[in-house]
Nanobody
């Protein structure tokens, strides 16, 4: 069973930056499509960004375009989410998710498309 562990969350002031990491074990991530989602209290889990296994295609929610960057290092079985210019509305628990990639052209933008999830890391942005 693939295990995902997120790290890098914390408390930051508005305009600040954080880098989240998602590390997988015991399998490598090279065959997996990866997504980052966030969930604020009382709200549904929403996609923030996702990336195919070769890092050839990445997608972002409109709310984070130009501020967040997803990247991956398959050799380290780690996916990153660099978050810049953070806003209070970015406050949420952030989860990484993985799914075996069968077709790199399919954008895995919905949570139901993923079978493997991490435990989440809290990001709090103060105004």
């Amino acid at each position: 069973q693939l295990q995902l562990v997120e790290s890098g969350g914390g408390l930051v002031q508005s305009g600040g930056s954080l880098r989240l990491s998602c590390t997988a074990s015991p399998f490598t991530l090279e065959w997996y499509y990866i997504g980052w989602f966030h969930q604020a209290p009382g709200k549904e889990r929403e996609m923030v960004s996702c990336i195919n296994n070769s890092a050839g295609a990445a997608y972002y929610a409109d709310s984070v375009k130009g501020r967040f960057t997803i990247s991956r290092d398959n050799a380290k079985s780690t996916v990153y989410l660099q978050m810049n210019n953070l806003k209070p509305e970015d406050t949420a628990v952030y989860y990484c998710a993985a799914e075996i990639q069968t077709d790199p052209s399919i954008v895995h933008s919905r949570s139901v498309m993923y079978d493997h999830w991490g435990q989440g890391t809290q990001v709090t942005v103060s105004s």
